[in-house]
């Protein structure tokens, strides 16, 4: 395990990973189809997977649809128990809900009841921060993703692009040190889908969180990340690839994309992902 050195505790504090899935093996009870549907089996969707985000790190996660990357994430929030393996945040076993980390999922998660400001603050007030505090933190964040005058706002009456930032404040005023996204971005046209992560990278940047985003973007995934994780097409998934993006930063995710060593990126993680993809494609073809 970690050592101590030079006599302080934080060297092996620091080098613990942020967030560690240890040979994770997620199964589910399925039913067989047809004749025999009164017969219960097992599917194993993700098998024997092993991932690691460093302190600080912006990791993505990409795989065909249905592979298992959501079933991985909510393995790393602490939602879903895995059947095998373990995780440990900043070196400690995860036992329940992941309090280190916050979440933004593809599908919307605002109360259509609440305004913008209120959706914000939800999380700081069920923490129990005074009112006052919270709706004044609340409208920094607003204007921070650039809704400032948008408090009063009901979510129906938020453009797509809108609503996601309002969900960025919500997940980053809580302080989390580390996020986990989950195709955030995928429900939004191109063009908006392009301002927001290079918000989200201006954000991160100023207060470097450990990321586990999720995609089946590749070129969102390259032009985001410190490292890019490439998972099989189920059933069993697993990492099969893991790739260093050495691309500078500050990025622009749209020029980024036609920089030389962006294609080259994109060229060899490719190679390493078409034949998963065609696979996941047969199999959901079959289903
Ligand atoms: P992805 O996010 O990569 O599209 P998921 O992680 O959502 O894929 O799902 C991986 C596989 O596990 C799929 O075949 C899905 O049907 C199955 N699966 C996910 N959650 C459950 C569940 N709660 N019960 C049964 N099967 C599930
Ligand atoms: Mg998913």
Redesign the pocket.
């Known amino acids: 395990m970690q050592r101590r050195q030079g006599g302080t505790i934080d060297a092996g504090v620091a080098a613990a990973p942020a967030l560690a899935l240890n040979r994770i093996t997620c199964r589910?009870a399925?039913r067989a189809t047809a004749k025999r549907s009164n017969i219960a089996v097992t599917?194993t969707?993700v098998e024997d997977a092993t991932l690691v985000v460093g302190p600080g790190e912006f990791v993505s996660v990409v795989?065909p649809?249905?592979?298992?990357?959501?079933?991985l994430l909510n393995v790393a929030a602490g939602l879903l128990p895995p059947s095998d393996g373990s995780v440990a945040v900043f070196g400690a076993p995860l036992a329940g809900l992941n309090r280190s980390a916050g979440y933004m999922f593809q599908a919307d998660s605002l109360m259509p009841w609440r305004s913008a400001l209120s959706n914000v603050v939800a999380g700081l007030e069920f923490r129990g921060t005074p009112k006052q505090e919270a709706q004044a933190k609340g409208r920094e964040w607003l204007a921070r993703v650039g809704l400032a005058g948008f408090e009063d706002r009901y979510p129906h009456q938020l453009s797509g692009g809108m609503k996601k930032r309002v969900a960025l404040a919500q997940m980053l005023i809580l302080d989390p040190q580390i996020l986990l996204m989950d195709e955030p971005f995928s429900a939004l046209d191109v063009q908006t889908r392009v301002l927001m992560e290079n918000e989200l990278l201006e954000l991160w940047s100023a207060d470097r969180k450990s990321v586990l985003f999720i995609t089946h973007d590749l070129e969102e995934a390259i032009s985001l990340s410190d490292r890019v994780v490439v998972l099989s097409a189920?059933p069993a998934t697993r990492p099969i690839g893991e790739f260093r993006i050495d691309l500078p930063r500050p990025r622009d995710v749209a020029e980024i994309r036609m920089t030389p060593r962006f294609v080259e990126l994109h060229e060899s993680i490719w190679h390493a992902m078409k034949d998963e993809v065609l696979k996941g494609y047969a199999q959901s073809r079959r289903a």
């Open positions: 589910f399925a599917y969707a795989g649809t249905g592979c298992g990357k959501s079933t189920g």
